[in-house]
């Protein structure tokens, strides 16, 4: 089955050049070997033109927030590509730079590549450095560049608008999913119909910018002499790569849905799925996610209720998958919706709608009952038991229970100078040590903390107007935080990581 044409983009006008040695894939966002409509037109295109194919993943270093948490996760993914492609006809290349601009330099190792190219195929991702670098290659690549789109259920180019609100949103995915549902990408697209062999990297390119050495880069002290910061380190708990993400995927769907709907909000009974950091960096795509899910629960089209814009009544599956439904079709594909639609500013205080830019404006000279600078947060230094645990699981662990990062983005609000003030805290820490961060999904939920997505609420309060108000009173009030509290709460958290010891000790 083709790609759809709306997932296809073509990012300059040079030709495809059928004399090519090669089809080139250029794999940047959409890490993985399944599930990917960028690796399958890669596949039909090699096919169409009876040429090798040969999968390009490099890691760069000049990017904001580098580190060994961050190098890590995605060279352990690379690491599953190797194995899996080790002796199959499709080429695989990794590239991890050994120093910032390494890769650009003798002419730049893509377009070197890509002059012994039919085609380059790459992935489009609407956040980040990723358009930039885009931007950056397009015309230096001498062959056609094509993008294509595989980060959401929901085609990027679908939507002719940006969506303000959720239920918006979601009425609009409800009346147009089951027309999407059948082209979803092949589950195994290297099975099968093979390709002519790829007869491997040309010496002299090796010579200039060897391969990887993975397992060297992954063993103890392996990151330390690329100049990325080496305090924030890895989380051993969570390990890239395709491989464990499908793993956890069904571990969820096989022990934790069922809890999901009741249990997700409370710390305690950690009834979340982990699954972000691996949609984040590709490893993991939704569609595999909705398929798996909707399989599992005997799920048919005919089902599927009239549009209604509510996040329950529309699947008829059981409450819990619906939930989960609706967090990923709804919420994270609504910040991709704004991040493609809106490039230039989907990270801009100024993005807020009027309603919280005027009521936050409105307070801005409020007095705060503290104010904490960037340094005090990042180490926990709050009077507030809550919000330090927040912190010390972001530091510690790459990641903050869904419910605690609401209350934690609420609270850097009300101990901030200022709004902007707040936001820029609230983007540091979230993009240095969330395994998630830098991703649309992520600045909405930094986002939703100052009004965006939400609506104005009464009463009116100091500092946050009529933005939505939540202490850590009511937190503790609701949410079952003792087992949390006592892991991450004081000094004597067990088993600090590498960062969390700089910070804290």
């Known amino acids: 089955m083709p790609i759809p044409a709306i997932r296809l983009t073509d990012a300059n006008e040079a030709p495809i050049r ?25 596949i039909d295109e090699a096919k169409r033109l009876g040429k090798p194919l040969l999968i390009f993943e490099p890691l760069r270093v000049r990017y904001e927030w580098a580190s060994d948490r961050l190098h890590r996760f995605i060279i352990e ?49 609407p956040c980040f450095f990723l358009p930039r670098l885009i931007d950056a290659v397009r015309d230096r690549v001498p062959v056609r560049l094509r993008l294509v ?96 993400a499908v793993r956890r ?24 799925s982990g699954l972000s950091p691996y949609l984040h960096f590709g490893h993991l795509s939704p569609h595999q996610i909705v398929s798996e899910l909707l399989d599992r629960e005997g799920w048919t089209p ?31 594909e609504l910040g991709f919706n704004l991040s493609h639609r809106q490039p230039d500013d989907y990270d801009r205080y ?30 926990a230094e709050t009077h507030d038991e809550i919000w330090n645990a927040a912190q010390r699981e972001l530091v510690s662990t790459g990641a903050m229970h869904n419910y605690l990062r609401m209350l934690w983005g609420k609270l850097i609000l009300h101990w901030s100078a200022t709004p902007e003030e707040a936001l820029r805290v609230m983007v540091e820490l979230n993009n240095k040590y969330a395994l998630d961060g830098r991703d649309p999904n992520s600045y909405s939920g930094i986002f939703w903390t100052l009004g965006r997505y939400d609506r104005p609420w009464g009463p009116t309060r100091p500092v946050f107007g009529n933005v939505r108000y939540m ?35």
């Open 302 to 332: 005919d089902r599927a209720a009239p549009a209604n814009g509510k996040n329950h009544g529309f699947w008829n599956t059981s409450e819990t998958a619906e939930a989960f439904l609706d967090q990923l079709l709804t919420w994270r």
């Open 149 to 244: 789109d595989s980060s959401t259920v929901m085609p990027l180019r679908l939507a002719d608008r940006t969506f303000t609100v959720a239920h918006s949103y979601r009425r609009w995915m409800q009346k147009q999913i089951l027309d999407v549902l059948p082209d979803f990408p092949r589950p195994r697209p290297l099975a099968g119909g093979r390709l002519p062999p790829f007869p491997g990297v040309e010496a002299k390119i090796l010579r200039r910018w060897p391969a990887a050495d993975l397992d060297r880069l992954l063993s103890p002290g392996g990151l330390d002499s690329i100049p990325i910061d080496h305090a924030v380190g890895p989380c051993p708990e969570t390990v890239g790569g395709d491989g464990e």
């Open 77 to 125: 993914g690379m690491r599953d590509h190797a194995a899996a492609l080790r002796d199959h006809p499709v080429g695989y290349y990794p590239y991890v730079e050994p120093h910032a601009g390494a890769a650009a330099s003798s002419g730049g190792l893509l377009a070197t590549l890509a002059r012994r190219a039919c085609l380059v195929i790459s992935d489009e991702y």
């Open 249 to 272: 995927l069904r571990g969820f769907l096989k022990t934790g849905l069922a809890a999901y709907g009741d249990d997700r909000n409370h710390p305690d009974r950690r009834a979340t």
């Open 471 to 505: 202490t850590s009173d009511s937190t503790r009030r609701k949410l079952k935080l003792k087992g949390y509290l006592a892991k991450f709460a004081g000094p004597g958290t067990p088993e600090k990581s590498a960062a969390e010891r700089k910070l804290f000790d």
């Open 18 to 42: 059928g004399e090519g040695e090669y089809v080139l894939y250029w794999m940047i966002a959409h890490r993985r070997l399944s599930w990917n409509f960028a690796l399958d037109h890669a």
């Open 350 to 379: 100024e993005s807020l709608p009027d309603w919280a830019l005027k009521t936050l404006d409105q307070h801005r000279r409020d007095p705060r009952p503290t104010i904490y600078d960037l340094d005090q947060f990042e180490r």
